[in-house]
């Protein structure tokens, strides 16, 4: 099974500020195969970015995603209001499907 | 536009099943171009992919569940289901369905792609 770990736990920023999110694998992911999902209180997670840098429809370009072998990002290039939520990573290489733990993003 | 909708008892007593429906419209489940996954969030283990089922009812299930889980799908009603047997306080969790893209199949089983689409989750307790 494939560990992500992602870091940090809560990130504190303010509107406009760039936040990274970053999402270490245990093992090589050989097909990039990373995906970040947005989760709001009382909601599904929403699928932002896929194949590690790939935008999902309608997400804005302020979401970037990056990274290679075990190391990945999730960039957000000017916080707005709606960003403020709780981001995980997942990689679909290989079964069992996993996620990381999450990193929380919260006003500052 | 492709929904999920999941339902069933919200809350088990502890020993006994749970058992759950993911009503889907807007794509029929019968496609053989998606797989149909069950994930669980519980503030304990956070996101958990438990297995998915996919278009002839061939499945894969977390090894850890595996004596326990059963997914099957009813074509008719265009729905799938999860029955988790002998459930403990840590299956307390809200349970999604949602559908992932088959990007390659094997003689193994299937490759996926991420989930785009997943249903509200409903809570399930158990407690006695």
């Known amino acids: 099974e494939i560990v992500l770990t992602q870091s940090p736990g809560t990130l504190s920023l303010s509107p406009g500020e760039r936040a990274t999110l970053s999402c270490r694998a245990s093992?090589?992911?050989?097909?990039?195969?990373i995906a970040w999902y947005q989760q709001k209180p009382g909601q599904a997670p929403r699928l932002l970015v896929f194949?590690?840098?790939r935008r999902a429809t309608g997400i804005p370009d302020r979401f970037s995603g990056s990274g290679s072998l075990t190391d990945f990002t999730l960039t957000i290039s000017g916080l707005e209001p709606a960003d403020y939520a709780v981001y995980y990573c997942q990689q679909y290489e290989t079964s069992p499907k996993t996620f990381g733990q999450g990193t929380k993003v919260e006003l500052k | 536009q492709l929904q999920l909708q999941e339902s069933g008892a919200g809350l088990v007593k502890p020993s006994e099943i749970l058992s759950l429906t993911c009503a889907v419209s807007?794509?029929?489940?019968?496609?053989?171009?998606?797989?149909w996954s069950w994930i669980r969030q519980s503030p304990g283990n956070g996101l958990e992919w438990l297995g998915h089922i996919y278009h002839n009812g061939r499945t894969y299930y977390m090894p850890s569940l595996e004596s326990r889980i059963t997914m099957s799908q009813d074509w008719s009603r265009n729905e799938i289901s999860l029955r988790l047997t002998s459930v403990t306080a840590a299956d307390t969790a809200v349970y999604f369905c949602a559908r992932a893209r088959i990007l390659q199949a094997t003689l193994e089983g299937v490759v996926i792609g991420p989930f785009n689409y997943w249903g509200r989750g409903v809570l399930v307790t158990v407690s006695s």
């Open positions: 093992r090589i992911i050989s097909h990039n195969y």
């Open positions: 194949d590690t840098s």
């Open positions: 807007g794509d029929s489940i019968s496609s053989g171009s998606y797989t």
